[in-house]
């Protein structure tokens, strides 16, 4: 069987901006029920991830917006988190780790992936930017594109610059597309993938997968699969998504730092879709960490 080609994009597209939205922040501030009963095999930010930029169908050709600039707080510079303690070989406890994670305001440069194939069709959605940490909403500036596997147009385009307060958008597949405010109310959530390190520090010994380098820095692997009645507990909104799709639970897992802090964290799940399966894989990393950004509203000569 091959599967439509409408069919896959709007499985990738709905994916992405889900696991964008559920898992879009790289802090470990959150604390969250126990996933209990996790298996014994290992389990976005999209963060997930960066922003989720709309399809282009709900994005409007509006004038550009005239906003008033939006007052963000002084970068804080990050302080210097000692970590949890390393032995001889550096290796640490994750669980210390993540309890004495500096509460700190940070930015950190987000770069996701996500990849949705069906016999033999797939489509790949990328997304990076400039994103704050630890802070109320999730401020910063991203651009998320998709095309599909034997081209390069791509099929989606779009810039978002969250104020902190206000979100705002253009579609950057149009030459001079005009900034538009966003109404979507998910916009400026701010979600964590800590409750989902949490979850897998509590699903027992099975999901501590031990020491690993991320991005050059050593790290703790943790990683299991949980089933949608289990994320219920963590994140009611993707839980409702993943059952309205019939998706029966995802594979997820997270590296941390000692400091407590995300390195990098990736999901994988099946969406049964008009007869076939899209397999969807998201992958989401953090670097260049740094101080607190502000991320003013663009203006009509913004490029």
Request: charged share 20%; with cysteine.
């Amino acid at each position: 069987m091959k599967i439509r080609r409408t069919t896959l994009t709007a499985a990738a597209t709905l994916i992405a901006l889900s696991a964008v939205a559920a898992c879009n922040d790289g802090d470990s501030a959150k604390s969250a029920p126990s996933a209990a009963g996790a298996p014994a095999t290992a389990s976005p930010t999209v963060s997930a991830s960066a922003s989720a930029a709309p399809s282009p169908s709900s994005t409007t050709e509006a004038a550009t917006p005239t906003p008033t600039p939006t007052a963000t707080p002084t970068p804080t510079p990050t302080a210097t988190a000692t970590g949890a303690p390393v032995d001889a070989t550096g290796a640490f406890d994750p669980a210390v780790a993540l309890a004495n994670a500096d509460r700190t305001p940070y930015a950190a440069t987000e770069t996701m992936k996500t990849t949705a194939s069906a016999d033999g069709q797939g489509s790949v959605i990328t997304a990076s930017g400039r994103v704050n940490f630890n802070t109320p909403t999730r401020e910063g500036r991203t651009e998320t594109k998709m095309t599909i596997t034997g081209s390069d147009e791509p099929m989606f385009w779009m810039e978002v610059v969250n104020t902190g307060s206000a979100v705002f958008m253009r579609d950057k597949s149009k030459p001079g597309g005009a900034w538009s405010p966003s109404s979507t109310a998910d916009d400026t959530r701010s979600d964590s993938i800590g409750d989902y390190v949490k979850a897998l520090l509590d699903a027992g010994p099975a999901a501590r997968k031990g020491m690993e380098q991320k991005s050059g820095v050593p790290a703790y692997h943790l990683g299991a699969r949980m089933t949608a009645a289990q994320m219920k507990a963590i994140d009611p909104q993707e839980y409702k998504k993943l059952v309205d799709k019939g998706v029966s639970g995802k594979q997820i897992d997270v590296w941390i730092d000692r400091a407590g802090r995300v390195l990098a964290h990736t999901q994988s799940m099946k969406i049964p879709k008009d007869g076939t399966t899209v397999t969807t894989v998201i992958t989401v990393t953090y670097t260049d960490f740094g101080p607190r950004e502000t991320f003013p509203a663009p203006t009509a000569a913004a490029s």
